[in-house]
């Protein structure tokens, strides 16, 4: 049963993001890594290899080229 949607939101090229890379730690295979300025992680997960990095590609390029761009992710809090 969905419980809570939270939907939050930062600039990739903001103070509130500091850089992505690929997660090597991660349960599921094809994970990246957004790090965020506050020390949290948000974690995507990607369907195969190409798609990760396909999503790491784009994210260098928006930093890269100075891109001011909104991200914003919604958290579904599920409850049993």
């Known amino acids: 049963i969905l419980n809570q949607v939270l939907n939050v939101s930062f600039f990739l090229n903001g ?4 850089g992505c890379r ?3 730690n991660s349960l599921k295979p094809f994970t990246i890594e957004l790090i965020l300025s ?8 990607a369907k195969n290899e190409k798609e990760a990095q396909d999503w790491l590609q784009c ?9 001011i761009m909104k991200f ?3 958290i ?4 049993k």
Do not use: H, Q, T
């Open 59 to 67: 994210f260098c390029k928006v930093i890269s080229l100075g891109v």
């Open 15 to 18: 103070e509130d993001f500091s």
């Open 72 to 74: 914003i992710y919604i």
């Open 76 to 79: 579904l809090l599920m409850r």
């Open 22 to 24: 690929k997660c090597s």
């Open 38 to 45: 506050n020390s949290n992680i948000l974690y995507l997960s």
